[in-house]
């Protein structure tokens, strides 16, 4: 069984401070894991993925997330936090077995002060 | 165009209503999702579809039941519906075969309100 945990569901920086969103799985098979972020009114849309090649992976906007198997940690990072980041967030697991679909965590929103 | 749609966006209905949502794909894809997001609560998957002839359910299935048209279309109806299922409801497709590894694409989503 998959399941995903996301540390505090509302995270409040200042614009131009480190933005770090936590993330940790429970896979029993190698996962794939994902960071989807939802801007106001809209759907999701993906920020970055790891499918087991490079550990630590670039996604849009100058984020990047970090896979960790010996903490089953996939945070969620950005150097300098714009206005136009604040969103909510969520992170997903699938594997790479057939017949299987992601599993959400129940997300963080991201507030940002000027 | 957007690759994943849904209509109606925004619906509001009463109480032991039936109420359908379609989602339609341009993007080829098999396998198709319904989910619904409630604040605090996250996605939670509602049923899938791996190809026209395989529907599964998900963790919450009560209450809904789904139709898989072809391959660009998944409906999902609310039978009689009820207060609680008041939320914002997702489709989303996947194609494991072009290498995306379970990347999901997600449409705009629909409002639901049951007074």
């Known amino acids: 069984a998959q399941s995903v945990t996301q540390l505090g569901s509302h995270v409040s920086v200042s614009e131009g401070a480190l933005v770090l969103l936590r993330c940790n799985y429970s896979?029993?098979?190698?996962?794939?894991l994902f960071w989807y972020v939802q801007y106001p009114n809209q759907g999701l849309q993906l920020l970055l993925k790891y499918t087991s090649a490079a550990t630590l992976v670039k996604g849009i906007n100058d984020f990047e997330a970090e896979f960790k198997k010996s903490e089953t940690s996939f945070h969620l990072t950005k150097p300098s936090a714009h206005m136009s980041d604040a969103a909510e967030y969520f992170c997903?697991?699938?594997?790479?077995?057939?017949?299987?679909?992601?599993?959400f965590g129940k997300g963080t929103t991201l507030s940002v002060s000027s | 165009d957007a690759d994943v749609t849904q209509t109606p966006r925004n619906r509001i209905t009463k109480t032991g209503k039936r109420i359908m949502l379609e989602c339609s794909q341009t993007?080829?894809?098999?396998?198709m999702y319904w989910y619904r997001q409630d604040p605090g609560l996250g996605l939670q998957l509602i049923y899938y579809?791996?190809?026209?002839?395989?529907?599964n359910k998900g963790e919450i299935s009560d209450g809904y039941s789904v139709s898989r048209q072809a391959q660009a279309k998944f409906s999902l109806s609310l039978e009689s519906a009820i207060p609680n299922q008041t939320a914002l409801y997702f489709c989303?497709?996947?194609?494991?075969?072009?290498?995306?590894?379970?990347?999901?694409?997600f449409g705009p989503g629909t409002r639901l309100t049951v007074l």
């Open positions: 896979s029993s098979v190698p996962p794939y």
């Open positions: 993007k080829g894809h098999d396998r």
């Open positions: 997903a697991v699938s594997s790479n077995q057939a017949g299987t679909a992601l599993i």
């Open positions: 989303a497709t996947s194609d494991p075969g072009t290498g995306t590894s379970g990347e999901q694409f």
């Open positions: 579809s791996f190809d026209v002839k395989d529907i």
